[in-house]
């Protein structure tokens, strides 16, 4: 195993005999065979080979294959979206019956889907508070089958103590899941501390240039081969395409995340000494509350910067009404800086206690840090708030 970069960059589809130095598109939806007995043993899973591209493809292959390295992991299976990921993997591994312990603080749509579809099937899920481990100890049931966690959270910033949950999960003989979406591996590898699987939206920075959207989840061998074999028949596969626009993407992830994590850090010191900001929220801040595990879990503090506008709601409004080059867009871990407003946009269903309870009060303002030059993200910050 070379080092991180080296692998990002030159894991690669065997060369053909057409001596392409750049990875080729494998855009075929099927494989063709050598005669009877070929097929025969094919799908005898005699041999490891390509059938159907809703079970694998030499581009989507190549794909796993990296993340893989970069995450430490045995295996994974690349899905059509980050959701498709997360579904798929607790649809593979769930029973009636079984209970999910989660983090409180998740992405949104797995929110839905723990609380609304979940419970069709009898599985039932609750949610421990992310800043006290001892409570999510007693939390667990003898149902209770996985723990489910994300660190950096969305969008409140709030960090996870990932060995701790860990070392829970293999006290109780749980499956331990994170989504590592807002870290990358380049910052934080969870296997690590423990965790069994680690999903992705390729979506956001595995990407990082907004085009696709694209999931996968990678993991122990035996837990994923549960996961392969309900994807390759209920059919979320990851289109070669967009395995071909992530593969090349995740070549330049190392620098790229230099760079936002750069810009990010750049910009929270600024917003720290601004008299209209109450506080600021980002990992490698001294003032983080959890700035400790985030050093000693992640190499970087990410691109996700929180903080507070003064003045509640309003406040916050008129901030997003007032930028003018940052875009204002639902995405994350863009090139481009996008800043959203979550108490009158994404989370303006939820009543202000619940708010509350996901890290999100009135005049929240969440960034996602781009690789435009810092001088003129911080520029336009600060028209805004002034
Ligand atoms: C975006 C996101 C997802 C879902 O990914 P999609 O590609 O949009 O389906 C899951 N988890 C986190 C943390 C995300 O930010």
Aim: hydrophobic letters at 40%; one cysteine or more; aromatic letters at 8%.
């Amino acid at each position: 195993m070379k080092k991180f970069e080296t692998e990002a960059i030159r894991t690669q589809t065997e060369r053909t005999q057409f001596l392409e130095h750049s990875t080729p598109m494998y855009l075929t939806s099927s494989f063709v065979f050598e005669d009877a007995e070929d097929m025969r043993a094919s799908f005898a899973e005699e041999k490891e080979r390509n059938i159907y591209s809703r079970y694998s493809n030499p581009t989507n292959n190549e794909l796993v294959e990296k993340v893989c390295k970069m995450e430490g992991a045995d295996t994974g299976f690349a899905f059509a979206s980050g959701m498709a990921a997360v579904f798929s993997t607790l649809a593979a591994l769930v029973e009636t019956g079984d209970h999910i312990l989660s983090a409180r603080s998740i992405f949104g749509s797995t929110h839905t889907l723990f609380t609304k579809f979940l419970p069709k099937w009898g599985v039932t899920s609750s949610y421990f508070p992310i800043d006290d481990l001892d409570a999510a100890e007693t939390m667990i049931t003898p149902q209770t089958k996985i723990i489910y966690a994300e660190s950096p959270t969305n969008p409140g910033v709030d960090v996870l103590d990932l060995e701790r949950l860990g070392q829970l999960a293999k006290k109780h003989n749980l499956i331990f899941i994170v989504d590592n979406c807002f870290a990358t591996p380049y910052i934080q590898q969870p296997i690590k501390f423990g965790a069994d699987l680690v999903i992705h939206s390729g979506t956001k920075l595995m990407d990082g240039q907004g085009r696709v959207l694209a999931g996968i989840t990678v993991g122990s061998a035996a837990l994923m081969d549960k996961v392969y074999r309900f994807s390759r028949i209920t059919g979320p596969a990851l289109s070669p395409f967009n395995a071909w626009v992530l593969t090349k993407s995740l070549e330049t992830l190392a620098v790229r995340l230099d760079r936002h994590c750069e810009n990010a850090l750049k910009l929270a010191q600024f917003l720290e000494g601004h008299p209209k900001v109450s506080w600021v929220k980002y990992p490698f801040l001294k003032s983080h509350p959890m700035y400790a595990v985030a050093k000693k879990q992640m190499k970087a503090g990410g691109s996700i910067v929180a903080f507070e506008v003064k003045g509640g709601i309003e406040a916050g409004k008129q901030f997003f009404d007032s930028i003018k080059m940052l875009s204002l867009s639902a995405n994350l871990g863009d090139s481009r800086s996008i800043v959203t407003h979550p108490a009158s946009t994404t989370h303006s269903k939820l009543s202000v206690e619940e708010r509350l309870e996901s890290g999100i009060t009135d005049g929240s303002v969440r960034v996602s840090v781009g690789l435009e030059h810092i001088d003129d993200i911080i520029s336009d910050i600060k028209q805004a708030l002034g």
